[in-house]
């Protein structure tokens, strides 16, 4: 089991962490025993945030409650606050939720601003703030755009930055990673798997494992994808010439522009399902045709059509993608597929 420091926090955790976005998707009980499961299976490092609806009271419901010491486990959460006063309001909100007295890193989320004292907007002042107060240890920041990343690693006032990181990286997100490990700044690295673009998750963890400083956090949301995860910690899968072959000709498939499903476009202002619809040429090539063949989606991508190019989500996108031109391809896939004109599997 590899165990990784996150920079100058000093802390030390074995490198898989549980990503706890999906498990708003499921039941309370569900949740809990997944989480207890990731905690008895060798996890220690658990990630959530304001934004994922319940998921942080579900974090302390399994943790919060005397089944673990709170000093043996990590809690990063984050908050998308814009104001000092929501910012304390979300942190106090978060202690409640992980019935916590404090969260080890505490991250502005999907950050477009690299905060930093004296800017007027008074932001970092407030991790200052919780930090003496001892409600939080540690201040992060997480981000989807390169440059913003960047910023946050040159400021030197963030301890940790969380940024997707996969191995369809490209060599300015890679060098992120080794600025970091310069700097001795821990990156959490969100979005191993592409957003479900990535199948191979043996391919996905010999990647992630080549780097110091880095923890990776997987979305779990069922018990099958846990074990996986838990099995690479015992038994992690290395880089060798077949598994390099093998992401290289991933990584020539999946070139060029391409969602990877966040959803910050959303919601869509004529109700289009743009996160899964603006990559569905793609999902037809590495997920079993029928899922996105169904009734259902047939009936999610006709939406498209009513596309008003409003340009709306055009801004949200922290991957500067034209998603109107990008719906329009996929659809125009998405219609040859279905009249048997083309073979994308």
């Known amino acids: 089991m590899k165990y990784i420091t996150l ?23 569900g949740s809990v025993k997944l989480l207890r499961m990731a905690y008895d299976g060798g996890m220690r490092f658990f990630d959530t945030a304001r934004a994922y609806s319940d998921s942080e009271m579900k974090v302390g419901e399994a943790f919060g409650t005397g089944y673990v010491k709170r000093e043996d486990i990590v809690i990063a959460t984050k908050t998308p606050a814009k104001t000092p006063e929501d910012f304390r309001k979300d942190l106090d909100c978060s202690l409640m ?67 997707p990181i ?61 074990r996986q995860w838990l099995a690479f910690m015992e038994d992690t899968p290395e880089m060798d010439d077949e598994m390099r072959a093998f992401i290289e000709k991933e990584k020539t498939e999946l070139s060029g522009e391409f969602c990877r499903g966040c959803g910050y476009c959303m919601p869509c202002t004529v109700d289009i399902e743009i996160a899964q619809c603006n990559r569905m040429s793609l999902m037809l090539r590495r997920a079993p045709a029928g899922n996105w063949l169904s009734e259902y989606w047939q009936q999610e991508m006709a939406k498209v059509e009513k596309c008003i190019h409003c340009g709306a989500c055009i801004p949200k996108c922290p991957y500067g993608l034209n998603i109107p031109e990008l719906l329009a391809k996929n659809l125009e896939d998405y219609k040859k597929v279905l009249a048997g004109e083309r073979d994308v599997f």
């Open 166 to 226: 996969s191995y369809l990286a490209d060599e300015k997100e890679l060098e992120l990673i080794r600025m970091c490990n310069e700097k001795n700044i821990g990156v959490i690295c969100m979005k191993g798997l592409a957003g479900g673009l990535i199948t191979n998750a043996k391919a996905a963890m010999a990647f992630i494992s080549q780097f110091d400083g880095a923890v990776p956090i997987w979305g779990v949301q069922r018990e099958e994808e846990l």
């Open 7 to 29: 920079g100058k926090t000093g802390i030390t955790v074995p490198q898989n962490g549980f990503g706890a976005l999906p498990i708003q998707r499921i039941s309370l009980e």
């Open 97 to 163: 939720n992980l019935k916590t007295d404090h969260v080890d890193i505490y991250q502005f989320h999907l950050m477009n601003t690299c905060w930093k004292p004296g800017d007027g907007s008074g932001m970092y002042e407030c991790m200052l703030e919780a930090k003496k107060q001892g409600k939080i240890l540690h201040i992060g920041g997480t981000a989807h755009k390169i440059s913003v990343a960047r910023e946050l690693a040159e400021c030197g006032l963030y301890e940790t930055i969380q940024y």
